[in-house]
């Protein structure tokens, strides 16, 4: 199996898993941790096993599941020692308000809660429970306590519940849980900056019911957008019509259709960025006519034509007013990939281009791969190889980085 791009890849992470009806979630959670290359063990309380069986867990962690107080594997050493001295990180999920009550105040009486202890590892809590209990005094001073002592702590989501009410207190989605795991172990060193990125097609209306647009996923720019805020940045993202899920909950989305829209949306936000990323596949041109009504074919008619006229090019007008600002552009190709591309980052007064060569199979428009060169000011072309565009978007971020920094030592 192919291992998904991830700081997880090789991490050692304890799943604790406690008595809530959300922990039959936990086996797709464990399932993805091993899917990104972590070896995972899992820690289920007795009312956990009320809900789940060890089995599962053990079948899709491939480790034994430990559920006693003193079971005595993992070598010689008494379990919750040898466990917590090799995680590099645990996640409690489902986490009740017994438990959080529990290691609120100090109370280890099982395994789970005496490993949460002995470890110095970075403990997450993805709590999830009725709403009338989250809400109530004792969960949320609890809630307090554990984070003064320095526990990571996921807000519930809202929706329905398990009990039939309707409120927060939903298990987050485990695309959430994930990213949050993830960040935990990113280093934060785009902290500070406010990037702009724009993903996905524009769209030009030929009528009310038919329009021109293009191939473009948005699947590179929100990886771009994902990962600039797992290092820290904070992101606006401006977007296209795609049918991707929001890649994260803390990056302000701007949808829009059009060409215009997607100028107006970047010239009103782009001044306070610091770096502006455009993945977006742009449309060169429009519809002329407004057509108010739907275009009406004629009995004998075999030809329509349609009159276009040039849209405005967002990124040549951000090139001129840009000021210190790092620019970056996309340029996809079918030929001539570093010539054509590096020709547009002096025509648009880009600081890098992305040039991919759209004409290659398997990678590029609507892919979840991407090969790419990589082009600065001076002509300097770094190719990077097939790669998850989550990768990608990585190296893309460092060579972003490495110009920040020649800024700010230039100041
Ligand atoms: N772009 C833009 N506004 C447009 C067209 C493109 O901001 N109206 C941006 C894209 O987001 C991308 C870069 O310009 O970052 C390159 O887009 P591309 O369409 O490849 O460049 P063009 O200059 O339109 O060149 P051509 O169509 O001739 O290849």
């Known amino acids: 199996?192919?291992?998904?791009?991830?700081?997880?890849?090789?991490?050692?992470?304890?799943?604790?898993?406690?008595?809530?009806?959300?922990?039959?979630?936990?086996?797709?959670?464990?399932?993805?941790?091993?899917?990104?290359?972590?070896?995972?063990?899992?820690?289920?309380?007795?009312?956990?096993?009320?809900?789940?069986?060890?089995?599962?867990?053990?079948?899709?962690?491939?480790?034994?599941?430990?559920?006693?107080?003193?079971?005595?594997?993992?070598?010689?050493?008494?379990?919750?020692?040898?466990?917590?001295?090799?995680?590099?990180?645990?996640?409690?999920?489902?986490?009740?308000?017994?438990?959080?009550?529990?290691?609120?105040?100090?109370?280890?009486?099982?395994?789970?809660?005496?490993?949460?202890?002995?470890?110095?590892?970075?403990?997450?809590?993805?709590?999830?429970?009725?709403?009338?209990?989250?809400?109530?005094?004792?969960?949320?001073?609890?809630?307090?306590?554990?984070?003064?002592?320095?526990?990571?702590?996921?807000?519930?989501?809202?929706?329905?519940?398990?009990?039939?009410?309707?409120?927060?207190?939903?298990?987050?989605?485990?695309?959430?849980?994930?990213?949050?795991?993830?960040?935990?172990?990113t280093k934060k060193d785009l902290k500070g900056e406010r990037i702009l990125v724009t993903a996905g097609p524009t769209m030009e209306f030929i009528d009310p019911v038919r329009c021109i647009t293009n191939r473009s996923s948005g699947k590179m720019g929100y990886a771009i957008a994902k990962l600039a805020r797992r290092r820290g940045a904070e992101v606006i993202l401006i977007t296209g019509k795609t049918y991707l899920e929001p890649p994260r909950n803390d990056i302000r989305i701007i949808e829009i259709t059009t060409a215009y829209?997607?100028?107006?949306?970047?010239?009103?936000?782009?001044?306070?960025?610091?770096?502006?990323?455009?993945?977006?596949?742009?449309?060169d041109f429009r519809c002329r006519a407004e057509n108010c009504q739907k275009i009406k074919k004629q009995e004998d008619q075999d030809i329509l034509l349609l009159e276009l006229e040039k849209n405005p090019d967002i990124i040549g007008e951000l090139g001129r007013i840009k000021e210190d600002r790092i620019l970056v552009g996309f340029a996809a190709e079918t030929e001539k990939l570093v010539d054509h591309a590096y020709d547009k980052l002096k025509r648009k007064k880009l600081d890098l281009i992305i040039a991919n060569d759209v004409s290659k199979p398997g990678i590029g428009f609507g892919s979840d791969k991407n090969e790419v060169t990589i082009i600065d000011k001076t002509g300097y072309a770094r190719h990077v190889p097939e790669k998850s565009k989550d990768e990608i978007a990585d190296v893309i971020l460092d060579a972003v980085k490495r110009l920040l920094k020649k800024k700010k030592k230039e100041r």
């Open 1 to 185: 199996m192919e291992k998904e791009f991830s700081m997880l890849n090789g991490k050692e992470i304890i799943v604790g898993i406690t008595g809530g009806i959300a922990a039959y979630k936990t086996a797709e959670l464990v399932r993805e941790l091993t899917k990104r290359g972590a070896n995972v063990h899992v820690v289920m309380t007795k009312n956990a096993m009320e809900f789940v069986t060890p089995l599962t867990f053990q079948t899709i962690s491939g480790n034994p599941v430990v559920h006693q107080m003193f079971e005595l594997f993992y070598g010689s050493k008494i379990g919750h020692i040898a466990l917590s001295d090799i995680a590099d990180q645990m996640v409690i999920v489902p986490a009740t308000a017994n438990i959080i009550g529990k290691i609120a105040n100090g109370i280890a009486d099982d395994f789970l809660t005496t490993m949460v202890m002995a470890t110095t590892v970075p403990i997450l809590f993805v709590p999830s429970m009725n709403t009338k209990m989250w809400e109530s005094k004792a969960v949320q001073c609890n809630i307090g306590k554990l984070k003064e002592n320095g526990f990571e702590i996921m807000e519930p989501g809202t929706g329905d519940l398990a009990c039939g009410t309707h409120g927060k207190g939903r298990l987050p989605t485990i695309g959430e849980i994930l990213e949050k795991m993830e960040d935990i172990f």
């Open 261 to 283: 829209e997607m100028r107006e949306a970047v010239l009103e936000h782009y001044k306070d960025c610091s770096v502006i990323i455009k993945t977006a596949a742009v449309a």
